[in-house]
Structure formats: structure tokens, C-alpha cells
T-cell receptor, first 117, second 114 residues
Framework: AQTVTQSQPEMSVQEAETVTLSCTYD???????LFWYKQPPSRQMILVIR??????QNATENRFSVNFQKAAKSFSLKISDSQLGDTAMYFC??????????????FGQGTILTVHP | DAGITQSPRYKITETGRQVTLMCHQT?????MFWYRQDLGHGLRLIYY???????DKGEVPDGYVVSRSKTENFPLTLESATRSQTSVYFC?????????????FGPGTRLTVT
């Protein structure tokens, strides 16, 4: 079974600064996907960024980027130029890329990020 | 385009009662899921469906029943609600093939069992 661990229950950052959220995972699979989801106070789950394990290049989406270290099983999220709208709970998630578990997400516990003006 | 709708959005029920949470999608996505969200646990998969009439247990299936007779609907039933099932429930969908890794979530149902 896979496990996903987010060791930072809460983080805070000043507006316009950069913050990094940590995530580690444990799996014996070689082919998988990793995700960061954002959950604002509205409770809606929003996909922020996705990384395919077979890709060495780190994914980026505008102000969001990841540092994917496959050997270390680490998948951190960097938010640059933080904005007040980035205030949310952030979840790291894992998905196997094949077999009977295809499509099933395993989530970490979440990190609450607060952006201060 | 409504996407994924969940009903009710809020529900209070008593211990021992049967409760059904509804999930409806307008995209005809093959995959549908139910997760529960609890403080300190993130989201945990309850049940999973790859297509109509195909369902499979997730991480925490005990006390829940699902069915999927139509592609667009995936109801979750708590046969005899317990206080430990107080949670926020999210329904999700995913497409088949190469894009199954793109999942979409409904707005959630907050269930309180008294």
C-alpha cells in the first residue's frame, strides 16, 4: 500500500514571497502520478499541478512548480509570488499508473497555508 | 454544464438511520469515486467505480454501500449511520484511457450523525 506524508500541518507566508510545501511518499511502484490539490475555504478541490513519475523534468504551472526527487520519494510544491487567494489547505496525492488501482488517489494529511498581506 | 453535483450539501441524521448521498455527473466520465475527508487524515477513498455495474472497495469501505446502474449516477448509502461516519464526503470522476489521472471533484456533502 502507498502512503503519503505531509509533515507540515500549517505554514504561513507574506504576500509576494515564496513558500515551499513538503510531501514524501512511500511506494514500491515505478510508474505513478503525483498531484497537488488546493482546497480553499469553499471546500472545492482544485488540481494545482501534476507530475508523471517517468518524467525527469519538474512540472510547472504559472507560479506553481514542483521539486520531484524520485529516488528520495519527495515531491515538494513551491509557490512563487504568493497571493492572498493562495490561502487554502493543500493536499499531496499519489496514484498508481496501472493495474487495479488505476484512478485511485492516496492523499496526505494536508497543509494549511495562510498568506498574510 | 453542471459537471458534478452532490446532494444534499448538508445532512444531519441520527445514529442507526439509513442515509443516501447522491452524486451526478454530466460528463459521462467512466470512473467515479467516493472519498471522505476527516481532520488529520486528508481524503480517503471509500468506493470506486470503473464503469456502470463495476465497483470496488477503497481504503475505508466498511459501513457503506454503493451502486452504479447508470454511468452518470453513483449513490453512496450508509446502511446504519454511526457517529464515526460524521465527515465531509466528496464524489469525484475521472476519464478513461490516458486521462484517468485527471480527476474532478464535486462540492462535497457535510454529514453529521448525532
Amino acid at each position: 500500500a502507498q502512503t503519503v506524508t505531509q509533515s507540515q500541518p500549517e505554514m504561513s507566508v507574506q504576500e509576494a514571497e515564496t513558500v515551499t510545501l513538503s510531501c514524501t511518499y512511500d511506494t514500491s511502484e515505478s510508474n505513478y502520478y503525483l498531484f497537488w490539490y488546493k482546497q480553499p475555504p469553499s471546500r472545492q478541490m482544485i488540481l494545482v499541478i501534476r507530475q508523471e513519475a517517468y518524467k525527469q523534468q519538474n512540472a510547472t504551472e504559472n507560479r506553481f512548480s514542483v521539486n520531484f526527487q524520485k529516488a528520495a520519494k519527495s515531491f515538494s510544491l513551491k509557490i512563487s509570488d504568493s497571493q492572498l487567494g493562495d490561502t487554502a489547505m493543500y493536499f499531496c496525492a499519489f496514484m498508481r499508473a496501472g493495474g487495479t488501482s488505476y484512478g485511485k488517489l492516496t492523499f496526505g494529511q494536508g497543509t494549511i497555508l495562510t498568506v498574510h498581506p | 454544464d453542471a459537471g458534478i453535483t452532490q446532494s444534499p450539501r448538508y445532512k444531519i441524521t441520527e445514529t442507526g438511520r439509513q442515509v443516501t448521498l447522491m452524486c451526478h455527473q454530466t460528463w459521462s466520465h467512466s470512473y467515479m469515486f467516493w472519498y471522505r475527508q476527516d481532520l488529520g487524515h486528508g481524503l480517503r477513498l471509500i468506493y470506486y467505480s470503473a464503469a456502470a455495474d463495476i465497483t470496488d472497495k477503497g481504503e475505508v469501505p466498511d459501513g457503506y454501500v454503493v451502486s452504479r446502474s447508470k454511468t452518470e449516477n453513483f449513490p453512496l448509502t450508509l446502511e446504519s449511520a454511526t457517529r464515526s461516519q460524521t465527515s465531509v464526503y466528496f464524489c469525484g470522476t475521472g476519464t478513461s484511457g490516458r486521462k484517468v489521472h485527471e480527476q474532478y471533484f464535486g462540492p462535497g456533502t457535510r454529514l453529521t450523525v448525532t
